[in-house]
């Protein structure tokens, strides 16, 4: 009987989805509180609750669920906390999304944004669930590194195409056909990461062990940091032809931190910090758009900056926004966040820092750090050194992101053209980040599966 008991308990062990049932329980918080935010911006703008509450209210609902019983079945060892994080942000995003289009409705506006990211929210999540189903191993990636390298280079560099890029807002960093376009950079975040964590796993030894020793410091020799100058190179390529700073310095710091991540060697990171600061200062120098940029930074009020076409005036009605909001906010549509341009998209963190305040702001900066902090986790448990360095960069590529955009908004860096992960309007970014949301899920549930697991159970 106990020799039975002591056989049959790891099966049981494994067969109970124990992660799965927590998620459900935050999944239940998380759609609860869309639908607080959903009810309290409506009774706040409209005054009353309508049928259209439950139109954005049920199809992210549906899909996270959907997701959740699909990880039930395919990936039940899944971490058990992305999955919500990235519904709450999510769906905090729409409701601010949809706060904003009633504004725009009662300022006689035309331009609607709310149903698109709620079909764009739909197609991403389908897009996560189909990572999960039809992907049962991660691993399959190393066998197409420079395929993702080539894939990578070719969505960063396609809107400098003649005929489908685009330039909106100063920016060339979408292509267009017809009446749609998308930013390809969002999905090239994806496909370099996985080069980059490829190509190191193969590298490591002779980045970290090869070279002569100066100063009691071991520098590379000019070989290793061969893929260094030409990331290098590509970065500021990217800064030239399509003038944004933020994806420059994304892809740059990527490959920084994960080469650090493969060989412990702080010289990587000296040496590449001082590279792009470099590359930075001589283009601030050369082009008048980057240093346009960094003006409007150090003086946003100034009159000349602020009046200027392109100049610091949605920068300075974000800071006012944010101002305005103070320590706990005027509450979900009872602020003027319209006022401040592309508010649903480049800057909704400076919306919901006025309708949310600084406490609603730090509970959404503790979000993404639960987020990162969990994919972080997922890497450093991992036994295996491809899925170690693929989980940190696509976590820490979403949390250089929100400190790149984060500080824009609140002037800790100059302002660039990337967006709020999983919060903004956009249908690019929203699709790249829930597959980074897939991959995760997908990573995390091999740490713990197979004769490991039960060999840790026994």
């Known amino acids: 009987m106990t020799d039975t008991a002591s056989i049959s308990l790891p099966k049981i062990v494994r067969v109970i989805p124990r992660n799965r049932n927590i998620e459900f329980l935050l999944l239940l918080f998380a759609v609860g509180l869309y639908a607080f935010e959903l009810a309290q911006i409506q009774l706040s703008v409209l005054e009353i609750l309508t049928p259209e ?25 899944a971490d058990p906390m992305i999955l919500p994080i990235a519904v709450v942000l999510n769906t905090l995003g729409l409701s601010m999304i949809y706060r904003l289009d009633l504004g725009t409705i009662a300022n006689a506006g035309t331009e609607l944004f709310g149903v698109k990211q709620i079909v764009w929210t739909m197609i991403a999540m389908a897009v996560a669930a189909i990572v ?37 807002n100063g920016a060339r960093l979408w292509i267009g056909i017809g009446p749609f ?47 260094i100058l030409v990331i290098w190179a590509a970065s500021l390529l990217v800064l030239i032809l399509q003038r944004d700073l933020g994806t420059s310095l994304l892809y740059f710091g ?50 000349k900056n602020y009046d200027a076409v392109g100049g610091s005036y949605q920068l300075a009605q974000g800071i006012f926004g944010m101002a305005h909001g103070n320590l706990l906010g005027t509450g979900l549509g009872g602020g003027i966040p319209h006022l401040v341009p592309l508010a649903e998209s480049d800057f909704i963190i400076a919306s919901l820092g006025e309708e949310l305040g600084l406490v609603g702001m730090f509970a959404i900066l503790i979000m993404y750090l639960l987020f990162v902090s969990r994919g972080m986790r997922i890497g450093f448990n991992h036994p295996d050194d ?27 860096v100059p302002l660039t053209g990337l967006t709020t992960p999983l919060l903004a309007a956009g249908g690019s970014s929203l699709l790249a980040n829930w597959i980074i949301v897939g991959v995760l899920l997908r990573i995390s549930d091999s740490i713990g599966s197979g004769d490991k697991y039960v060999a840790e159970v026994k």
């Open 53 to 77: 509450l439950l139109m954005y209210w049920v199809p992210p609902t549906l899909f996270a669920f959907a997701i959740h019983f699909i990880l039930r079945r395919r990936a039940s060892e």
């Open 181 to 227: 376009t998308f930013q390809p950079g969002e999905l090239a975040k994806i496909a370099l990461t996985v080069f980059f964590a490829g190509y190191l796993v193969t590298r490591r030894e002779s980045l970290a062990l090869t070279g002569r020793k100066i100063l009691g410091m071991r520098i590379p020799r000019a070989r290793e940091l061969g893929p």
């Open 132 to 168: 999960i189903i039809y992907v049962p191993s991660h691993l399959f990636l190393r066998r197409y590194v420079y395929v993702s390298m080539v894939i990578g280079i070719a969505l960063l560099l396609a809107p400098s195409l003649p005929f489908i890029g685009r330039s909106i």
């Open 386 to 412: 491809f899925s170690k360095l693929l989980a940190t960069g696509l976590s820490f590529v979403i949390a250089l992101q929100c400190f790149i955009v984060i500080g824009g908004v609140t002037r800790v």
């Open 254 to 303: 990527l490959f920084i931190v994960l080469v650090y991540v493969a060989t412990g060697r702080a010289i990587y990171v000296v040496v590449g910090l001082t590279m792009f600061l470099t590359g930075a200062l001589v283009a601030s120098r050369l082009m008048g758009y980057v240093s346009g940029r960094i003006d409007s930074w150090l003086n946003p009020f100034d009159s």
